[in-house]
């Protein structure tokens, strides 16, 4: 440490320039980055794209996106097509039908014995064996295994994958025909709950006062009214239908949307960089949507995803209760409640669309919890 | 903080003044036939509508409507779904099972949807998550009416372990308990796949936050962190879900009494509207209205306590 | 953790083994719906038939005879049979041992109470018609329960007398039959009520009266007696010991279950814990075999409503139109594979309608004709040729041009399964039928009646219907009731003067009398309502139903006005 500069020796003093040569040549600038600067979204898709299971499940959305668009047009059946005399078929699947499953065949039971000889009422080979015989009152009556489509004669070679239903049409078409309706519901529905949500909750969240409690309390007012009398008052005004339900669940399904909008604005607004923009006098709408919106965005699109299959499950709530879109259209909601009426009879008619909506759920719900883990904030830049 | 309750207390009889009003009107506007039996003679129809003051303006009604209310606690006499009851005792003679049922689920699903989702969040990416997980969103994606068939079919008639039917009238403690497993397992199932779900969330993100560093870094071990720091802060938001849950139930309680046939609210609403019995309508809308509010009031409250920044009406 | 398995699974079983204990003979019945109030006065709902029935007491009761194949009247608070006086007037007797549940007599004065309520012009019961005019026709006594303030009717006036504490004098407007009286006084709404709990549940102004609304505030007087009633969940019944008619009855309980859902009743009745069940349209396939399956023609025959009075529709009002919606109903189809094992019906009268006149209508020469002149158009009346023909002659007349397109509307209510089915069965056979012309769209009640739907709104063209209140075995025309002007609730917004004409022509007292001659008029009223195309009838009904073959009925087939006689069952393992 050197205190007294004044008094240093003359040739300390007195070192020409020349002589002075820096130490590190090296350490002066900074490394240049070697790779790219990444944005948050890119780094959020970056780590989606190493979770196999969101991976998995955004490829069985868009599977089931894509049989929604093709299997209607190419199943050789259209989604209203009847046929009554081949009603209520059960599965039949080429290839599968040699192992045993889904090969068409169904036990009647409680028929009369004498009726199996009837030619009319079971063709030339379509009884394959009786599985019981039992004596009930006078008569022998048996509960016996038949080829249902020979039952039916329908030609041979004609399949039905998932059956037909009461009226004959094919539940495969059907399926993922309203497979196509309860997503447009869902994505209309979501989409328009996430506008009207977001534009609610920043204006509340951002002024705060008045306008807060005055917002949040007409919020509280809807949310107080049970959803499903919202929806049959609807159904008076505008008839049951598609319009109606999405209005059903946009009525109070942008509450929550709003109110995570407006505990994001509470949260953020008050930030040290928010108040330097606004000292700087950046006007309010440019502080909303540009500094303070991109904060809600993560939890908004997890909320989003979740929001479709709820909506898909909502829809099917209000099949079941009668208030369902309007035949002959399907949805996955009208199937399953149709299918549930017939649960003992014809089980086949639950389980296809049940298993469709457990995918389409389960998809949805992994995808949602990727993206909450990608997009969390914690875990940036980490591999 | 009282003033802030007080004020929260105040909104709630706005806003259940308000639901009131709106669903007095806007049932009251439906198309309103209470007699449209071919057999009830235009005569007799005249006459009962006239004691039920329904030739009146409907300004006239409204006033008849909020007098009754305010005065007497009266909401009016029942036309079609118990004509000649009060509507008020309805309400109360089906509350019971509802409640019943509701409480045990709510009993079993709270747990169990903790116990789910902390063992899925601790377990992340494991096997007991995968499978915690695939559990929680088939019991989230199958629609409760699908369930509860199966569940019937399954249990009742397949292997009959359990009766068929809810039994109202049991002679013992153990007969009601065995009649109503069913049903309150079907209705369980939705809200302990909800709170797992959230819980899963809420614990992981809490897991990984810097305050978990922090109380490492103090020493404690892992498991006294998770427990100490991690899971009582991932518990309070918890509180959130049960507003939707408790509606959520009372929807799903609708499909579950209909199906075992629970002589509870759970049909009540729909089947009134279906009737026309617009005074029935209209009290059970109140009802539904004031348990939703009473619920949102003791959630804001608690928040209000837990993270005053929250509270409505901060300033810009 | 075992342990308490095993214990678990001891109660399990323990429990079953005391269930099977039980020698007592219960019936396991069930009922889609409950019933709202137990006061027989003063509601509609034909839920009701069956705890009136079971814990109720009226004057005569119906019973199976030896045949087994008919019934009979038997007086039951009433002694004897009723005994003609004159003409119009009437008198029965009464038991003097006959008592309420709780030991207090019936006598005159309780009949007198329960008649005099029924009539009340106050309380303005919605069952009154019942009494004052059903089988028979009592004097003043819809004057007296419809009076208005400036026409007063007194009680003393009314054809129902006590003449002393155990005889009742009856006056009619007209001549009747014995059998007439005995079955004017068995219908659940003629049951006895219980004064002390009637008139405390009396409001002021004697208005209207909470009796029957809760078990406590009902009270038995029959076979046996109300032990309990849980709403929306299950009514019991147990043997009234006070009864005085004990032979008749078998059971020692009734145990009557709530059940909405149709898997649950058919869950329960495979495993023997229900002792009838009633198919629907999705599980009469499995049972049509079934030995326990019996089926009956009812009274009942869908029909089709169409409106003429929608203003978006150009072809309203046409008679050709609806000619060619007649004629595009494929009633074979629609009955057989839709509505499942029912019978096509072309016209409107029932199959059960005359019976009690001595021949079914349908069955007369008269009513044959119809049903060919029906079938020489084709099976059942359908027929796409002739349909397309009156399209054709619709759009002339209306002066719509050939290339317009119009779409029906098909209102009804989603929950109606067969109905609905139909209506999407239509929606793809119409613009078959007619090439491309009409089109159907449906649309739901969602929420409101019928009758409030078509209060509210005109836009709509199809309507199904079931109505069969009016329809009778005793007179075959009086199903064709709710198509005149008297009839306020209108169907369909259609009248016709020749239709009302003839309607009032087999009204008339002198058709009344000459039942050959009814044959005839009812045949010529038909034959105008398949003119003028009132409505258009789709489907005769064929009631199934299944029995236990542990329950042994006191019929052995299904006897018109009688039933299956279910509450007369009994046991047998």
């Known amino acids: 440490m050197i205190l007294d500069r004044d008094h240093l020796p003359e040739e300390i003093k007195n070192i020409p320039r020349e002589e002075f040569e820096l130490a590190d040549n090296d350490w002066k600038t900074d490394e240049r980055f070697t790779t790219e600067a990444i944005g948050f979204y890119r780094d959020a898709f970056r780590r989606l794209r190493k979770n196999t299971v969101s991976m998995v499940s955004l490829s069985a959305i868009l599977l089931i996106v894509i049989l929604a668009l093709i299997v209607p047009n190419v199943s050789g059946y259209s989604y209203v097509q009847q046929n009554l005399d081949q009603k209520n078929l059960p599965p039949k699947i080429p290839g599968l039908e040699r192992l045993g499953i889904a090969d068409g065949t169904r036990v009647l039971t409680n028929r009369k014995k004498s009726s199996i000889e009837d030619p009319n009422r079971f063709p030339e080979g379509s009884v394959l064996r009786i599985v019981r015989e039992y004596q009930a009152g006078k008569q022998t009556a048996v509960d016996v295994l038949v080829d249902y489509y ?108 709003a109110r995570l909008t407006r505990a994001q604005f509470y949260r953020f607004k008050g930030r040290e960089y928010v108040l330097s923009a606004r000292t700087l006098g950046i006007p309010d709408y440019r502080l909303i949507f540009r500094h303070i919106l991109p904060n809600t965005v993560g939890p908004l699109i997890t909320r989003a995803m979740i929001a ?26 009208i199937l399953l409640s149709t299918g549930q009426g017939v649960l003992l009879q014809y089980p086949y008619q639950t389980f296809f669309p049940a298993v469709l909506i457990s995918v389409l759920m389960i998809a949805f719900n992994m995808l949602s919890n990727g993206l909450r883990d990608a997009m969390d904030p914690n875990h940036r830049g980490e591999e | 903080m009282f003033k802030y309750i007080l004020g929260r207390f105040g909104a709630m009889l706005l806003t259940l003044f308000l639901v009131m009003t709106l669903s007095f009107w806007v049932i009251r506007l439906m198309p309103m036939s209470i007699f449209e039996n071919p057999e009830v003679s235009p005569e007799v129809q005249h006459k009962l509508e006239e004691r039920m003051h329904l030739h009146e303006p409907m300004i006239v009604q409204y006033y008849y409507f909020l007098e009754g209310i305010v005065l007497r606690g009266d909401f009016g006499t029942s036309v079609k779904m118990r004509p000649g009851l009060e509507v008020f005792s309805i309400i109360m003679e089906r509350i019971p099972p509802t409640m019943v049922l509701n409480f045990f689920s709510l009993l079993i699903s709270i747990p169990l949807g903790i116990i789910a989702g902390t063992v899925a969040a601790l377990k992340r990416n494991r096997w007991p998550d995968h499978l915690i997980s695939f559990l929680i969103v088939i019991f989230i994606s199958v629609p409760s009416f699908v369930f509860a068939s199966l569940l019937q079919y399954l249990l009742t008639f397949v292997f009959p372990v359990f009766p068929t039917l809810y039994n109202a009238q049991a002679p013992n403690v153990w007969a009601a308990f065995h009649s109503m497993v069913l049903p309150v397992v079907a209705l369980s199932l939705n809200p302990i796949a909800t ?101 949102i009031l003791i959630v804001d409250i608690s928040y209000g306590i837990i993270d005053p920044r929250i509270r409505i009406g901060g300033g810009k | 953790m075992k342990k308490a398995l095993a214990f678990v699974i001891m109660l399990v079983l323990a429990m079953s083994v005391f269930a099977l204990a039980s020698a007592e ?112 026709t009592i004097l ?86 109300l032990d309990s009633w849980v709403h929306d969940s299950v ?132 009513g044959k004709a119809v049903v060919e002149r029906v079938e020489s158009w084709g099976p059942a009346g359908y027929n796409p040729e002739l349909a397309r023909e009156y399209l054709k002659k619709a759009y002339e007349e209306c002066g719509v041009p050939e290339d317009t397109v119009i779409t029906l509307i098909m ?89 009302e004409a003839q309607y009032d022509v087999c009204d008339s007292d002198e058709v009344k009398a000459d039942y050959a001659r009814m044959l005839e008029e009812t045949a010529k009223l038909e034959n105008i309502y398949l003119d003028k195309v009132i409505q258009i009838p789709m489907v005769q009904e064929i009631s199934y139903q299944m029995f236990a073959d542990r329950l042994e009925l006191p019929v052995d087939t299904y006897v018109p006005g009688f039933g299956w006689g279910v509450i007369y069952g009994d046991i047998v393992e």
């Not at chain 1, 479709?308 to 909601?333: D, M, N, Q, R, T």
């Not at chain 2, 490492?216 to 009582?232: C, D, I, N, P």
């Not at chain 3, 054809?159 to 014995?178: E, F, H, L, N």
């Not at chain 3, 002390?196 to 406590?216: A, D, F, I, K």
Request: proline letters at 5%.
């Open chain 1, 150 to 257: 020979a039952y039916c004669g329908v030609p041979e070679g004609e399949y039905h994958w998932f059956g037909t239903d009461y009226l004959g049409r094919d539940i495969m078409t059907r399926l993922f025909r309203g497979a196509r309706i309860s997503l447009l519901i869902a994505l209309i529905s979501v989409g328009t709950n996430l506008i009207i949500g977001i534009i609610y909750g920043s204006v509340a969240g951002y002024y705060g006062g008045k306008i807060d409690m005055i917002l949040t309390h007409v919020a509280e007012i809807l949310d107080g009214l049970p959803y499903i009398v919202v929806t049959i008052l609807f159904m008076l005004l505008f008839g049951s239908g598609m319009f109606s339900i999405i209005l059903a669940l946009t009525v109070t399904g942008w509450i929550g949307t």
């Open chain 1, 308 to 333: 479709v299959p709820g909506a898909i499950f909502s829809e099917s709530f209000l099949a079941y209760i009668g208030l369902g879109i309007k035949p002959p259209e399907p949805s996955i909601g």
């Open chain 2, 195 to 295: 709170i797992a779900r959230y819980l899963r969330g809420e614990l992981i993100e809490t897991l990984s936050s810097e305050y978990m560093v922090l109380a490492r870094t103090k020493g404690l071990t892992q498991q006294e962190a998770t427990w100490k720091h991690a899971f009582r802060n991932s518990l309070v938001p918890i509180a959130n879900t049960i507003i939707p849950m408790i509606t959520g139930i009372m929807g799903g309680s609708l499909v579950i009494e209909k199906l075992f046939s629970v002589p509870g609210e759970g049909g009540l609403l729909i089947d009134s509207i279906l009737a026309g019995d617009h005074f029935l309508t209209v009290a059970l809308l109140i009802f539904y209205s004031l348990i939703s509010l009473i619920t």
């Open chain 3, 25 to 136: 003979k219960t019936v396991h019945l069930y009922m889609a719906s409950d019933t709202p109030t137990l006061n027989q006065h003063n509601s509609v709902e034909t839920s009701l038939d069956t705890p009136v029935s079971y814990c109720g007491a009226t004057l005569y009761r119906a019973v199976a005879d030896e045949t087994r194949l008919n019934y009979e009247y038997i007086g039951e608070i009433a002694s004897d049979l009723p005994k003609q006086i004159d003409d119009l007037t009437w008198e029965i007797p009464l038991r003097p041992e006959a008592k309420w549940a709780n030991g207090d007599p019936i006598n005159a004065d309780t009949v007198m109470y329960s008649f005099k309520m029924l009539l009340d012009p106050n309380l303005a019961n919605q069952m009154a018609d019942f009494l004052s005019d059903f089988s028979i």
């Open chain 3, 140 to 225: 003043n006594a819809k004057e007296y329960s419809k009076q208005t303030s400036d026409a007063p009717v007194a009680w003393e006036d009314v054809g129902i007398k006590k003449i002393d504490d155990y005889t009742i004098q009856i006056v009619t407007t007209s001549p009747v039959t014995q059998k007439d009286v005995c079955s004017h006084f068995t219908t659940r709404a003629v049951a006895m009520v219980y004064e002390p709990l009637y008139e405390q549940g009396m409001n002021e102004t004697r208005t209207s009266t909470t009796y029957g609304s809760v078990p406590e505030m009902w009270m038995s007087a029959g076979p046996y007696k």
């Open chain 3, 235 to 366: 009514q019991t019944y147990v043997r009234n010991e006070n009864y005085w008619l004990p032979e008749y009855f078998h059971y020692d309980s009734v145990d009557v279950r709530v059940i909405r859902d149709m898997n649950a009743r058919v869950e329960l009745w495979e495993q023997g814990a229900l002792d009838t069940l009633s198919p629907d349209i999705n599980t009469i396939e499995t049972y049509i075999d079934d030995p326990r399956l019996v089926e009956f023609s009812s009274i009942t025959v869908f029909h089709i409503d169409v409106n003429c009075k929608n203003p978006e529709n150009p072809l309203t009002a046409s008679l050709n139109y609806r000619k060619a919606l007649y004629h595009a109903m494929n009633r074979e189809v629609i009955a057989k594979s839709i509505f499942g094992y029912q019978q096509p019906s072309g016209v409107y009268v029932n199959g059960q309608a005359g019976m009690f006149s001595g021949q079914i209508y349908r069955d007369s020469d008269a």
């Open chain 3, 411 to 499: 209102a009804f209510d989603e929950s109606d399964l067969a109905w609905k089915a139909t209506a999407e069965y239509l929606m793809e056979e119409f613009p078959v039928i007619f090439e491309g012309k009409i089109n159907l769209a449906i649309t739901t009640y969602a929420g409101i009646s019928t009758t409030a739907f078509k209060e509210t709104t005109d836009v709509w063209d199809l309507s199904p219907n079931d109505w069969s209140r009016s329809a009778s075995r005793t007179y075959p025309y009086s199903c064709f009731y709710y198509y005149r002007r008297a009839y306020e609730s209108h169907p369909n917004n259609y009248f016709d003067d020749e239709f």
